[in-house]
């Protein structure tokens, strides 16, 4: 039979708030991936509506510039917002 009289009930404790607070964090950080695809869902439908007069089989340049301009400032959001979470991830690990 286990001897459990040495076993430390605040060490116990400590380690479930511990698991507890990165399981929040966790939580947390999924729920800004799943706004973040939300956001560039409605950011490609903006793109589409803003740039797609009338679809067709060519793109015109001016549609192709819009797209091209479109997809820049998508890459510029997105390495941002991905920057962002990388600082809250390192600030959570410290």
């Known amino acids: 039979m286990a001897d459990f009289s040495s076993f430390d009930m605040s060490s116990a404790s400590s380690t479930e708030n511990a698991d507890t607070s ?6 947390a950080v999924e729920q800004q ?3 973040f695809q939300a956001q560039v869902h409605n950011f490609t439908d903006a793109c589409w509506d803003k ?3 009338k679809p067709s089989t060519k793109l ?3 549609t192709e510039t819009c797209l091209v301009n479109c997809v ?3 890459i510029d959001t997105t390495l941002t917002i991905t920057n962002r979470f990388s600082q809250m ?4 690990t410290h």
């Not at 990165?22 to 939580?27: P, S």
């Not at 991830?89 to 959570?92: C, E, I, P, S």
């Open 22 to 27: 990165e399981l929040q964090r966790l939580i």
């Open 33 to 35: 991936k799943a706004q």
């Open 51 to 53: 740039c797609m007069d």
């Open 60 to 62: 015109d340049s001016r």
């Open 72 to 74: 820049e400032r998508f």
């Open 89 to 92: 991830v390192q600030k959570g």
